[in-house]
C-alpha cells in the first residue's frame, strides 16, 4: 500500500500501480466478488486484495470520503 501526493491523487494504492483502494471498495459494493476483480485487474493479487480491504476498515472515513469525491451521480 502506498500513499504518495501527487500520485493518484494521493489516494491510497496498491503496491506501485495506480489501483486505488478506494475503486476496489466501490467494485465490491457494485457486486463484483474477489475472484472477478483479480480476473478483471491483471496485475492484482490475493495479497493485495487482503491488503486493500483491512486499509479500508482501518480508514473507512478516509475510502467513504474518496468515494463520495469520485461518484459520477
Do not use: K
Amino acid at each position: 500500500m502506498s500513499q504518495t501526493p501527487g500520485v493518484c491523487g494521493g489516494d491510497a494504492c496498491m503496491r506501485n500501480t495506480c489501483i486505488l483502494v478506494w475503486e476496489l471498495v466501490s467494485f465490491h459494493r457494485l457486486g463484483m466478488n474477489q475472484s472477478q476483480l483479480l480476473v478483471d485487474i491483471l496485475t492484482l493479487t490475493a495479497t493485495d486484495l487482503a491488503n486493500a480491504w483491512g486499509y479500508a476498515a482501518a480508514f473507512p472515513d478516509e475510502i467513504e470520503i474518496a468515494i463520495g469525491e469520485n461518484d459520477e451521480d
